[in-house]
């Protein structure tokens, strides 16, 4: 069984900073690849950024380049999202994700507000 929590979000003004977090029950968690998805009002789940299992490789949506960094600590099972200069548009329910056994897994998300 997988449970992902994910913590972290809220309101944030435009330009400010939120950091994510995602506690993973997963037994050999350092074996996995994760992801964080979004989902804003309206649209389809898109990826937002992936690390590989040693978190040595990491990917990123255009749009987060540059402002979004990932990261995992592998002894606390817990997957990050430094979320900086963030903009309106970033609006949306993050979700944390990992594929296993190619089954996909996700959190319940939590909600990022980006507004003046």
């Known amino acids: 069984q997988v449970q992902l929590v994910e913590s972290g979000g809220g309101l944030v003004q435009p330009g400010g900073s939120l950091r994510l977090s995602c506690a993973a029950s997963?037994?050999?968690?350092?074996?996995?690849?994760m992801s964080w998805y979004r989902q804003a009002p309206g649209k389809e789940r898109a990826l937002v950024a992936t690390i590989s299992s040693g978190g040595g490789s990491t990917n990123y949506a255009d749009s987060v380049k540059g402002r979004f960094t990932i990261s995992r600590d592998n002894g606390k099972n817990t997957v990050y999202l430094q979320m900086n200069s963030l903009k309106p548009e970033d609006t949306a329910v993050y979700y944390c994700?990992?594929?296993?056994?190619?089954?996909?897994?996700w959190g319940k998300g939590t909600l990022v507000t980006v507004s003046s």
């Open positions: 994700n990992c594929r296993r056994g190619g089954v996909d897994y």
């Open positions: 997963l037994l050999s968690f350092s074996w996995y690849g």
